[in-house]
């Protein structure tokens, strides 16, 4: 298996409402990240989680939280969220979070705040 | 601060055709480059990641270079199909850090 699974592919949510993004990997990967994706620009690091613990959060505002329960599951909790928050939600993953890695990206959440 | 530049922006060729995608980044201290493609509103594949030690990486009808001297990358599409349009992004390691910095990309359209 060399994919990573995300869900829900889509999601609208309103300003006031609580959500979670969901993503798992069964390729035995110990990184595991969150990107942001507006429109026609490229992905901003949001996370990075190696061996389940946070190691780096690129300043994201505290409405996004992220939670990795086991190595193999990435969470991203949404909470009163901005219309500007809208965007693809992308997860990777990646062996070890050393250098030389390629990266394996979902498919993405594509999220609208209303 | 790392800055990655693809050129150009957008590049439509019939099919068939061979191809040269441009990638240029400012700090030559890299552990590797890597290539990804992207299908609209999909996630990235990565295509192929050079190692700073390497010169080029073929996977198919795809070969990519790294001159890290001047600071760029191709990325080669021979016989070009239609299935290959998509959005080519191209991306460095920030100096000091794993994490990647982006290009915004090249978008191909190859018309039958």
């Known amino acids: 298996d060399t994919e990573v699974t995300q869900t829900p592919k889509h999601l609208v949510m309103g300003m006031t409402n609580k959500k979670s993004l969901k993503c798992e990997q069964h390729?035995?990967?110990?990184?595991m990240y969150w990107y942001k994706q507006k429109a026609k620009k490229p992905p901003e690091l949001m996370f990075v989680y190696s061996y389940e613990k946070l190691s780096i959060n690129e300043s994201v505002p505290s409405r996004f939280s992220p939670e990795c329960p086991n190595s193999s599951l990435l969470n991203l909790h949404l909470h009163a969220l901005q219309p500007e928050d809208s965007a693809l939600y992308l997860c990777?993953?990646?062996?070890?979070?050393?250098?030389?890695?390629?990266?394996?990206f979902g498919s993405g959440t594509q999220l609208s705040v209303l | 601060k790392q800055e990655v530049t693809q050129i150009p922006a957008a590049l439509s060729v019939p099919e068939g055709e061979n191809l040269v995608l441009n990638c240029s980044f400012t700090?030559?201290?890299?552990?590797?480059l890597q290539w990804f493609r992207q299908d609209p509103g999909k996630g990235l594949t990565s295509l192929l990641l050079i190692q700073s030690s390497q010169r080029e990486q073929t996977s198919g009808r795809l070969n990519a270079s790294l001159d890290k001297s001047s600071g760029r990358s191709t990325l080669y599409i021979a016989a070009s199909q239609p299935g290959d349009s998509a959005t080519y992004l191209c991306a460095v390691p920030r100096a000091g850090s794993y994490q990647l910095t982006f290009g915004k990309g090249t978008k191909l359209s190859v018309i039958p």
């Open positions: 700090d030559s201290a890299i552990y590797n």
């Open positions: 990777a993953s990646s062996p070890y979070r050393g250098e030389n890695e390629k990266l394996f």
């Open positions: 390729m035995g990967h110990r990184a």
